[in-house]
């Protein structure tokens, strides 16, 4: 029984193992009768073997003009993998061309691409360019209608009658009294002198009568130098006799704005008592920028509106250009003149002042045409079939809304008035090109 469960045993291991090197021996047959049997196959399908059966073509790839790979045919506003073009700058989503003979940095834009940007165009014309100049003014005194009050004899003040900074004082009223023993003296002298002519009037000598003529004179002058009126000398020649105390008037009109007038006070000559102005003309001061000082001129018109009287306007005009510059601020100063009838102008108040200056015809286009680097203005200038050139321009005088253009265009000329930073960057990046182009021309594209 043993022996043949062995045998059976026996024939199964040997089965099994027949199997198994059939299997091996049929994977190895197969691995290398499959890559003849590829080949095979391909060259039969390969374009011009005579396999008996006509070639498949492929589908005829596009290519991109100068770019030497496939891709898909670019749409406006969109170009291939890198937004590149045929003869483009490559500028991501401004698909700019630029074409051979135009001006360094033109750009030429398709309808469609100028309509997607928003180009807009507008001619170059004469049209009256006005200008304003704002600055900042402060109403000063006027400085021609300062007044001091000041004595030319030594003396004691016995009486004030103006007592107060800011009172306004009338030409001709009493300010002050002041006891003064060398003006005593004097009038005693003019008094004495007076008399000695009266008496010597019937004297039969001539010279004694010019003495005492000359003696009058010399008195009445050296009282009138010490600030008496003829008023003053008329009264005292009237009353004939000397009076103490003399009495100071006002030389002028106007407002206190210094008083140094105190009751018992010893003054000696050239003391000065009271400073006057006189309000009914003020000077504004405002400061003016160099650059804009060449528009401004002497008797211009010129308004000032000021925070206190909101609504209201002074006109006023420049009456004088001062010929020195600030040269921290780089202003040039400005004086106007401004009626004030009604003292409603305080001196230290602040105000906007604004000068006209004439409108003149000039040639002129919209301040937006003007793109401005510092060192140069440009305007991209419109040639047609969209085509635009980058032209340097010198400007002038401006306005709110135009420039004055004084060399570069003339009139009828189109320029881009939107758009123009757009096409900036274009003209830059395809001037950019155009030097690589020529660097590798020569040999240096590796620079």
């Known amino acids: 029984m043993k022996a043949e469960t062995r045998r059976m045993l026996i024939g199964v291991v040997t089965v099994l193992s027949a199997l198994f090197i059939g299997l091996v021996a049929g994977y190895g047959l197969a691995h290398k009768a499959g890559p003849q049997m590829t080949e095979s196959r391909s060259m039969k399908e390969m374009p011009g073997m005579d396999t008996g059966k006509a070639p498949v073509p492929r589908e005829k790839e596009p290519l991109l003009a100068g770019s030497g790979r496939a891709g898909a045919i670019d749409a406006p506003g969109r170009g291939s993998e890198n937004n590149e073009t045929p003869g483009t700058s ?8 630029t074409q051979p003979g135009l001006p360094p940095g033109a750009v030429v834009l398709s309808a469609v691409q100028r309509q997607l940007i928003g180009v807009r165009t507008t001619p170059v014309t004469y049209a009256p360019l006005g200008q304003e100049i704002r600055a900042v003014g402060m109403v000063t005194y006027d400085e021609r209608k300062l007044t001091q009050v000041n004595l030319r004899v030594s003396g004691w003040i016995q009486k004030v009658f103006v007592d ?10 009493p300010m002050l009294t002041l006891y003064s023993p060398d003006l005593l003296a004097t009038q005693d ?6 008399r000695s002519q009266a008496q010597l009037a019937d004297s039969p000598m001539a010279e004694a009568k010019y003495g005492a ?7 009445r002058e050296r009282l009138k130098l010490w600030n008496l009126t003829d008023e003053q000398i008329a009264e005292l020649e009237k009353r004939g ?55 401004v001129k002497v008797n211009g018109p010129a308004a000032v509106a000021f925070g206190a009287y909101p609504g209201e306007q002074f006109q006023a005009k420049v009456s004088y250009i001062y010929p020195s510059l600030n040269e921290t601020t780089r202003t040039v100063r400005v004086r106007l003149e401004l009626p004030n009838p009604k003292l409603k102008l305080k001196p230290g108040m602040y105000g906007t002042v604004t000068l006209v200056i004439e409108a003149q015809e000039r040639l002129v286009v919209p301040k937006e045409a003007v793109l401005d680097t510092g060192l140069r203005q440009v305007v991209f200038l419109d040639r047609g079939q969209g085509v635009y050139v980058p032209t340097q321009v010198k400007i002038g005088q401006r306005s709110e809304e135009l420039v004055e253009i004084l060399e570069g265009l003339k009139k009828g000329d189109l320029v881009v008035t939107s758009a123009n930073f757009l096409l900036d960057a274009e003209s830059k990046l395809a001037s950019t090109r155009n030097m690589q182009q020529m660097m590798g021309q020569i040999g240096m594209a590796d620079w």
């Open 213 to 219: 003529a000359a003696l009058v004179v010399s008195a």
């Open 90 to 97: 490559g500028t991501p989503g401004m698909p700019g061309m």
């Open 164 to 173: 107060a900074v800011g009172k306004a004082v009338r030409k001709g009223e």
């Open 241 to 295: 006799k000397a009076e103490a105390i003399m009495t100071v008037y006002a030389p002028s009109g106007g407002i206190v704005l210094k008083r140094e007038a105190l009751s018992g006070k010893y003054v000696d000559p050239g003391t000065t008592l009271y400073e006057l102005s006189d309000l009914g003309t003020v000077w504004i001061h405002a400061d003016v920028y160099e650059s804009q000082m060449a528009a």
């Open 189 to 194: 002298e003019y008094l004495l002198a007076l």
